[in-house]
């Protein structure tokens, strides 16, 4: 079965850094595009940040020059590096593994991890 599992969620406060992985089984995870995505109370979903199987990255507006995404292919595992964390990055973030399977027809392997809770407070 597929899993994906975050870990390193916290507490910090304004101005700290907090780094973020998740761990995935299941899936040939050289394959996978994998990315962070996180939803504060009241949100939507936003995306944070992408990391390819050919490690191009991109990143949301929000977090742009403030936080990083890479990869350990050995390990299964994708990593969020959260700098200057703002009281505003408070929420809950998600893993998502994804990758094309088929274009006839259309198909798209597509998970998601249960989340990990971020607050950034004084």
């Known amino acids: 079965q597929v899993q994906l599992v975050e870990s390193g969620g916290g507490l910090v406060q304004p101005g700290g850094s907090l780094r973020l992985s998740c761990a995935a089984s299941?899936?040939?995870?050289?394959?996978?595009?994998m990315g962070w995505y996180r939803q504060a109370p009241g949100k939507q979903r936003e995306l944070v940040a992408r990391?390819?199987?050919?490690?191009?990255?991109n990143y949301g507006d929000s977090v742009k020059g403030r936080f990083t995404i890479s990869r350990d292919n050995a390990k299964n595992t994708v990593y969020l590096q959260m700098n200057s964390l703002k009281p505003e990055d408070t929420a809950v973030y998600y893993c998502?593994?994804?990758?094309?399977?088929?274009?006839?027809?259309?198909?798209?392997?597509?998970?998601w991890g249960q989340g990990t809770q971020v607050t950034v407070s004084s």
């Open positions: 990391i390819t199987s050919g490690v191009n990255t």
């Open positions: 998502n593994a994804d990758r094309l399977v088929s274009t006839t027809p259309m198909r798209r392997a597509d998970y």
């Open positions: 299941g899936i040939i995870f050289s394959l996978y595009t």
